[in-house]
């Protein structure tokens, strides 16, 4: 028998549960090869655990399910109610007929499928079916049934209607036993042949009906769909012939039309051996085809980390370069250029460097005001530059590849540019590491003996921002001569008030500080990119999370699984 969750035997159970839990998580958000196909397959597994293995295995004496499937107009529900003795499911030219499942069983058995534990998603009805019953399954008893067996008229998987379709196979997952039907004239059909074969690589147990069988024909067609079956490793599956015939009151089949299948399933659900080894062979033979199923869902999921570890590293390589263009106007003069370099010049031809350092004037405290705005703007400017390149760069390689064009045109705000507010932000990040420098310059005081507490913090502080940030190169140039004259000039000026090794301590330290605010503006800006794939929902690891909940399922197998004779 089946490992019973009432029995307390409930590794299989929790390690199926694990299983249906991952793969209800979004593991695939990103447009990576096959990734619909991913998607698809997890959903109809999902399906499968919670539609048919999970309550098999919890309720392994409900009765047997036989789904009965197959393409439009081959006469499913008229077989369906020729079973139940009366017309149970709608039936005729109108396609597609069945729209809503319906499911007849035994008045005895009807408690089994009143409730949610088989197909969960499915609500229930027990009136007649209607022509807005999408959806629901119709449970439907009568007495032409014997207890145990309960038969299922599914869409047709072919249908023009999509939902209909997909509820078509998620109804085929939940067979115990799926009955295929077919006619004389259309078994051959591509569709149902795919259908077939899934049911074969699933484990599902196969019975053939095939309707409408012309007494002339018939012989030869249903011999050829023998050959067929045989060859694609479904020779073994019962195989039934219905004949064409006129149809009697009701639209119903005659009696002796259905006595041979009506006779096989009442066995099947009677004999307690063969029932007992069909459910099993069929909950088995399922649960070994998950391996199989997931291995391409899981080379997806594969394709799918690389995708995003590639999309991070694109925006990590642009950022980083962002960063290198940084550092590099830190220490090349870039930063101290054009209305920097005029103003700092100006103070030190003017002799009103000095002057600011040591006098408080409301004209050289307005200079200072003004160079300092000056430098503020300077860093602003040189952000924005390298912050554009870095966004430009990484939508380049973004866009080179479907996931990450798809998670670009897809996102609320477009990272095309920088931020709306980084201006703002790095005005602000400039602002307060002056305030630092100043501090600094402070504190300076206090190591030194009180030396510089007679200089104005601010302005020294200024220049030691400037001083910082052009050291004297080999750049060449008019600018170039002139960046160098007036560093040199206010380097001496430094030199004399904290001692040589104290200035380029000092300087450095400085530098260092606003290279790292501006790296974290720059990282900010690189999660904008980031931050699409954490919107997304992509996981981390998606293929090692599948692998882990598989190798969970085979450790509970191996477990309970009674030792081989």
């Known amino acids: 028998m089946l490992p019973s969750v009432d029995e307390g035997d409930s590794r299989v159970a929790e390690a199926l549960e694990e299983l249906r839990d991952r793969l209800r998580e979004p593991l695939f958000p990103l447009e990576v090869a096959d990734a619909a196909f991913a998607r698809r397959t997890c959903r109809e597994i999902a399906d499968q655990l919670d539609d048919y293995l999970l309550p098999r295995l919890a309720s392994p004496d409900a009765p047997l399910l036989v789904v009965v499937g197959g393409s439009t107009g081959v006469g499913k529900s008229t077989l369906v109610n020729a079973l139940a003795g009366r017309r149970v499911s709608p039936a005729g030219a109108l396609r597609p007929t069945t729209r809503s499942p319906v499911l007849i069983c035994a008045p005895d058995d009807g408690a089994w499928f009143a409730d949610d534990k088989l197909l969960p998603s499915l609500p229930r009805s027990t009136e007649e079916v209607g022509p807005r019953d999408e959806g629901v399954l119709h449970v439907v008893t009568c007495d032409t049934l014997p207890a145990g ?113 009506r006779g096989w399933l009442t066995h099947v659900a ?131 590849v479907p996931a990450g064009r798809a998670l670009l045109d897809g996102a609320d705000e477009k990272p095309y540019v920088p931020s709306p507010d980084l201006a703002d932000r790095a005005a602000h990040t400039a602002r307060d590491w002056q305030q630092r420098v100043r501090e600094r310059v402070h504190e300076s005081s206090t190591d030194d003996g009180g030396t510089t507490a007679s200089y104005d913090a601010k302005a020294l502080g200024l220049i030691l921002m400037l001083v910082a940030a052009t050291p004297v190169g080999a750049a060449t140039g008019a600018m170039a001569a002139v960046a160098r004259s007036t560093t040199r000039a206010s380097r001496r000026l430094l030199e004399a008030i904290f001692g040589g090794d104290a200035v380029r301590q000092h300087a450095a330290a400085v530098r260092r500080d606003l290279q790292g605010d501006l790296h974290e503006l720059l990282e900010s800006e690189a999660a904008r990119f980031t931050g699409l794939l954490e919107h997304a929902g992509v996981p981390r690891d998606a293929a090692d999370r599948l692998r882990e909940v598989q190798f969970g399922l085979h450790a509970s197998r191996r477990v309970t699984d009674p030792p081989a004779d």
């Open 149 to 261: 067996l309960a038969v299922l008229d599914a869409p047709d998987f072919d249908s023009v209607v999509e939902p209909n379709r997909r509820l078509a196979t998620q109804l085929l997952g939940a067979a115990d036993l799926w009955l295929f039907v077919t006619t004389a004239a259309r078994y051959a059909d591509a569709v149902p042949w795919g259908f077939l074969i899934a049911a074969r690589d699933r484990g599902v147990a196969v019975a053939v009906a095939v309707d409408r069988c012309p007494e002339a024909s018939g012989k030869d067609a249903t011999a050829h769909f023998a050959q067929l079956l045989e060859k694609h490793g479904l020779g073994g599956a019962p195989f039934f012939v219905v004949p064409e015939v006129t149809l009697e009151g009701e639209d119903l089949l005659p009696e002796a039309a259905v006595e041979p299948l």
């Open 270 to 400: 009677g004999d307690e051996d063969a029932r007992r080894s069909l459910v099993l062979d069929t909950f088995k033979r399922t649960i070994d085809s998950l391996t199989e199923r997931l291995a391409p869902v899981t080379e997806v999921a594969e394709r799918q980390d690389a995708a995003a570890a590639a999309l991070r590293a694109a925006a990590a390589d642009a950022y980083a370069t962002a960063r290198q263009g940084v550092d590099s106007a830190l220490v090349d003069g870039s930063l101290v250029k054009g209305d920097v370099l005029n103003r700092w010049r100006e103070f030190v031809d003017t002799g009103e460097l000095m002057q600011s350092l040591t006098a408080s004037s409301p004209e050289a405290a307005e200079r200072v005001d003004a160079l300092s705005t000056a430098v503020v703007e300077s860093v602003r400017a040189v952000l924005l530059v390298h912050a554009s390149q870095g966004a430009e760069d990484t939508v380049a390689a973004w866009r080179a």
